[in-house]
């Protein structure tokens, strides 16, 4: 376009100027800029033809016919975009992403007749742009509502306590494939990718209460878990020590029993020597139990019982012969 210009340039100061010329250099140049058009990186173009359909050109440098007889329409289908319910993320570029009345739309009431305030993304990408522009009239706006619907009702079949705690990712995972079989459903050319719950609150009025609910919950679950862990404690050592016990009486047992087999052993043996020599056996015991018992014993002294007067006979202790000081 540049080298062009100054070509033309040159050409119309070497003919004759006339208004007529002029106009039709003028036409000629907005003609030509006019026939080329880029497509970004991200997008896909829709040409029209008086428009009707012609084709669907990918991303770079194209050409069209000029003075309006070919339109282009821009779809993104390579950008991620998200659809936002109940709130509003500011510097969106999407104009299908927030709603006009997020206060009315984040307002449900639940299966157990309760109300609560629901906040979720739903996160989307273009993969159709012919279902997308002509099967549908206003497809952004459709998919709002048939996913504000979807919401509503898997909302609508769990209790409040359901949505609030325990019950989020059920319902992200419920609501993600209701809205893509509606989609579906209605042709509009679009792949839901992603259904998330941002903030779940009871009413404002009630917000409170339901705050001292979720504490008592919280605390209820914190004494549980200290339980849980005590027990966890208690019971393994409890157990240790039974086999601890167990094991000793066992270990007693055993040495009980080998001492009573090896005290019978020595007893049949004894036994048989008796049977083959009695007087000797008996005296042989006699003597080895007298033995083991005088070393243990004090001294002793052994007397007739016919001596009337023992005490002059006894050797007296050294300390009883000292004088008294």
Do not use: C
Not at 273 to 290: D, F, N, S
């Amino acid at each position: 376009m540049n080298d062009l210009k100054p070509f033309l340039e040159r050409s119309l100061r070497s003919l004759p100027v006339s208004p007529l010329a002029v106009l039709l250099v003028i036409i000629l140049l907005m003609g030509v800029m006019m026939s080329f058009y880029t497509i970004p990186a991200e997008s896909e173009g829709i040409v029209l033809r008086f428009g009707k359909y012609i084709e669907k050109v990918p991303s770079g440098l194209h050409a069209k016919l000029p003075f309006g007889i070919d339109n282009v329409i821009l779809v993104p289908t390579q950008r991620q975009q998200k659809l936002e319910f109940g709130f509003a993320t500011p510097g969106f570029t999407n104009p299908d992403q927030i709603s006009d009345a997020p206060i009315l739309e984040k307002s449900m009431v639940t299966g157990d007749l309760n109300s609560a305030l629901v906040e979720w993304i739903v996160q989307y990408r273009i993969t159709d742009p012919e279902k997308y522009l002509f099967d549908v009239r206003n497809p952004g706006q459709t998919l709002r509502d048939l996913s504000e619907a979807v919401m509503r009702e898997v909302v609508g079949d769990r209790t409040v306590d359901e949505i609030i705690t325990i019950g989020r990712q059920e319902i992200e995972d419920t609501a993600l494939e209701r809205t893509r079989e509606l989609a579906d459903r209605y042709r509009l050319g679009v792949s839901i990718n992603q259904v998330q719950l941002k903030n779940v609150n009871p009413p404002l009025s009630v917000q409170p209460s339901f705050n001292e609910v979720n504490r008592a919950q919280q605390d209820r679950e914190n004494v549980i878990n200290l339980a849980n862990g005590e027990y966890n404690k208690a019971v393994p050592r409890a157990r240790g020590e039974a086999d601890q016990k167990i094991r000793a009486a066992e270990g007693y047992r055993f040495k009980r029993i080998n001492e009573a087999e090896g005290d019978v052993s020595a007893f049949n043996q004894v036994l048989k020597q008796y049977i083959k020599a009695p007087e000797v056996t008996r005296t042989r015991i006699y003597l080895e139990t007298l033995g083991d018992v005088l070393p243990q014993a004090r001294q002793q002294i052994i007397v007739d019982d016919t001596i009337q007067q023992i005490l002059p006979m006894l050797p007296l202790p050294s300390k009883a012969l000292e004088e008294p000081k």
